[in-house]
Nanobody, 124 residues
Framework: QVQLVQSGGGLVQAGGSLRLSCAAS????????MGWFRQAPGKEREFVAA????????YYADSVRGRFTISRDNAKSTVYLQMNSLKPEDTAVYYC?????????????????WGQGTQVTVSS
């Protein structure tokens, strides 16, 4: 079991920045990939970014590449999502997730463990 606790988020104007954190506990040694997803009202949950837990490789959705950065601090078992140049269309509930089954990064079904979600609202 892996437990994920999120922090950060909130309300920001377009063009602003926010940082989300996701602290992992439990059987983190078995984690392959940490990911961030988001779900806007009336829309399906979608992939945002992912990072291999024991390596530097990162992955991004086209919609956020160049604006968002995923990073991790293995000593703290924490993953971050730095979000810059935010747009109103980035408004959503953001979730961190852990994949302990394999190396795939973008499929929701591959992530067994999820954080509680945090609201990000970008005003125009």
């Amino acid at each position: 079991q892996v437990q994920l606790v999120q922090s950060g988020g909130g309300l920001v104007q377009a063009g602003g920045s926010l940082r989300l954190s996701c602290a992992a506990s439990g059987r983190t040694a078995s984690t392959y990939v940490m990911g961030w997803f988001r779900q806007a009202p009336g829309k399906e949950r979608e992939f945002v970014a992912a990072s291999l837990w024991r390596g530097g490789t990162t992955y991004y959705a086209d919609s956020v590449r160049g604006r968002f950065t995923i990073s991790r601090d293995n000593a703290k078992s924490t993953v971050y999502l730095q979000m810059n140049s935010l747009k109103p269309e980035d408004t959503a509930v953001y979730y961190c997730a852990a994949n302990s089954a394999g190396w795939r990064t973008r499929e929701i079904a591959d992530y067994a463990y999820w954080g509680q979600g945090t609201q990000v609202t970008v005003s125009s």
